[in-house]
């Protein structure tokens, strides 16, 4: 994973926050009287679950895992928790289970009031498949808190995976967050446990590996009759700590394929089959290549560019194709279908 850096980066992340909401006027938000003992590594602590005697539920390879409290956010934290632990009056406004998050059967939620917000990740065990965190952006998202704009903290237990990101709380610092958020993911641990759901396992057969930038350059350069170097890319917009998470555990990947003047952006992701076609209105594309499935998204209309999307029934890729280029956008989606098909070679 690239490093992300700067205060591009930091511009970036707090757009990334706040679209996930629409945020009103500025209000003042206290915290509250009494707070969690602080912890340099928030866990939350709950007994474990008992084991269960069913078979858990096999999840095929390609297919969407169930999500968390059947993706109802309220279900997680209530105001009141979020009040009792940081002080502020924050409202549920929105919630998801999509793309990187979706595919490990997580949830995230945010609650907004005022100016500030919270938004919580949650994360099971068994999507992730033992990934860890990237060492490289721990200190980025988990050590580093800016008390006018964003702080984030993680916590963990054998079962889940909890992030959360406070947004606009003046005066919080490193030690507080870490704080709230061992708080706030004890509350979330216990009302998942209290749900039951169904203990399942992902198959993972078939799943890609994070793509080699390089050598799919050169696999590209012998199929379009070209000059291509491959570079491998990174988030525009740094994500949220959980996308981020759930995306490693995918085997996320962006390559940059091009000539000097010409680009092919290629982006995959493993085991998310389920989630293409990513809108009704994309066209099917024939690729000509057996067991591949792809389809045209609708054109941008700001670049000369074409977008594709493909799936062999397991993973997923999408592709931004210059359209300006010595070849055409069409046969470098047919060379992409060629690539995964033969496994990249």
Request: hydrophobic share 40%.
């Amino acid at each position: 994973m690239t490093p992300l850096d700067g205060d591009a980066v930091r511009r970036s992340f707090a757009l990334a926050l706040a679209a996930l909401a629409v945020l009103g006027a500025l209000t003042a938000c206290a915290p509250a009287e009494q707070q969690p003992e602080a912890t340099a590594t928030p866990t939350a602590h709950a007994t474990p679950s008992p084991t269960p005697s069913a078979q858990p539920l096999v999840v095929g390879p390609g297919e969407k895992p169930p999500v968390l409290l059947e993706g109802d956010c309220a279900a997680a934290l209530t105001p009141a928790d979020l009040r009792s632990v940081t002080g502020a009056e924050l409202q549920l406004t929105s919630s998801h289970s999509d793309g990187d998050v979706g595919n490990a059967g997580g949830l995230g939620c945010r609650w907004s009031g005022g100016s500030s917000g919270v938004v919580v990740e949650i994360l099971p065990a068994a999507g992730l498949d033992g990934a860890r965190f990237p060492a490289d952006q721990v200190p980025y998202y988990f050590e580093e808190c800016d008390p006018d704009w964003v702080c984030s903290g993680r916590a963990e237990t054998e079962d889940l995976w909890f992030s959360a990101s406070f947004e606009y709380f003046p005066g919080m610092d490193r030690a507080e967050i870490d704080a709230w958020t061992s708080a706030l993911a004890n509350v979330v641990v216990e009302n998942v446990r209290a749900a039951d759901s169904e203990p399942w396992t992902r198959d993972r057969a078939g799943w890609w590996s994070e793509l080699d930038c390089a050598a799919l350059g050169d696999t590209m350069s012998g199929l379009l009759d070209a000059m291509l170097t491959g570079d491998t890319g990174g988030y525009i917009d740094p994500p949220l700590p959980g996308v981020l998470m759930a995306a490693h555990a995918s085997n996320w990947s962006n390559c940059y394929l091009g000539d000097g003047a010409h680009t092919i952006e290629v982006y995959s992701a493993a085991g998310q089959a389920w989630g293409l076609p990513t809108a009704t209105e994309n066209e099917p594309f024939d690729t000509g290549v057996p067991g591949i499935t792809a389809w045209r998204e609708a054109p941008a209309q700001s670049t000369p560019t074409a977008s594709y999307v493909l799936t062999d029934g397991v993973n997923s890729l999408t592709a931004y194709i210059s359209t300006d280029a010595p070849w055409s956008a069409d046969d470098a989606a047919i060379a992409l279908a060629y690539a995964a098909a033969s496994d990249w070679r």
